[in-house]
């Protein structure tokens, strides 16, 4: 149970498997032929509308009112690309992802401008043509294969009851005519029938399937978000998580400071005023020294908390290098953990950082939710990327829960807005009862 997790609003999903042997009853083979025949009603309008759009939009064009009522036209295709999207998800096993729409000035004007310029919106008027063509073959074929497949393994049922015909031998016959011989005799109807049961189990699922392959392609190429598109929700996204991560991280480093450091601060001035005070006074040096005593006690532990506090933003120990920062971080573990580091270059700092937070986030996810008696940590570099692999032996079922509704997320959601903010990819491989494997790929990034 392998799932890659992607930027929102782009979805990968594997074309459904032909298998030769269990093709006939598969239900992919006839959700696809569902597509088929669901869909051409579909591209019959589509192809209405394509006419319509033309007809009316080539004459009137020349005027202002023709481009407003053209846009108006054009705009129509969402609609049928979107149903067809919608029919891909359910019956080819092909979500699609909408290409954005293009944004557009206040007004009629800039409305008109924004459609007549929407490559998205042209590639989906396209479609009314070509997806008509294409599920008007897929349909014709794939129903006259099935349709012929059946007639033919039914035959020896049906043709006593064709019309009685003179063959060339001069005889009365009924029944089915192949290449001039008629099917009326055991052996022929036994061999017609043998033909049909090879075409219904074998010809006819291979078929289907390819058509559906074909409706699949031209599905994501022409009403789909482009690479363009993906690449723009990527940066996107990650642009969106380091701004949510940048602000969650400053806003806890002003709770900590104002609920930890700057009220033991604060009880600190008090301290050293009410010692002043005392001097001042001429009162017992004893109390006087209990009370610097106490504020020498409190100014060591605002600066055990400004240390915690530092080491949350930048760990100094990642100052030897990330295998040295993992060494001590797996060290700490309450269960064995081997790690294995190959990088012959050194990660840019950001990613440094990215890399051991994430492992940190990891193993304490296995030893809280895992049940893991061991785990593997392995750090390379492949390419231009750094890899970091972290495996344990637990339970399994790990996966990414949805962030909050502030856009957030927690644990592994948590991660991947880290891994987000550099480019940066999760996947997970957990299935039910484990092993767990789950592996961060981000860029290396410029060395320090």
Known sequence: MSRAVPAPAVTHVAAPRFRPVRALVDGATWRQFAFHLAHLPIAVGAVTWFTLTLSAGIPLGVTWIGLVVSAFLLGGSRWFAAVTRRMSAALLGQPVSAPPRRPHRPGVVGWVTAHLRDAGLWRAFAYLLVGFVVTTVAAAVSLAVLLTALGALTHSVWGRYLPEQVGNDGLPHRGAQVLGVFVDTTPLQLAFAALGLVLLVAVWPAVNHGLGALQRVVVRSMLGATARDRRLAEVTASRDAAVVDADATLRRIERELHDGTQARLVGLAMTLGDARD?????????????LVARAHTSTKEALVELRALARGIHPPVLDAGLEAALTSACARTPFPVRLTVDLPERPSTVVEGVAYFGVLELLTNVSKHAEAATATVDVRQVGTELVVTVTDDG???????????????TGLAGLLERLRAVDGRLDVDSPTGGPTTVRMTMPLGAAR
């Open 278 to 290: 005392r001097l001042q006074t001429g009162q017992d040096a004893a109390d006087v020294e209990a």
């Open 395 to 409: 339970r399994g079922g790990a996966h990414v829960a949805l962030g909050t509704d502030g856009g957030h997320g």
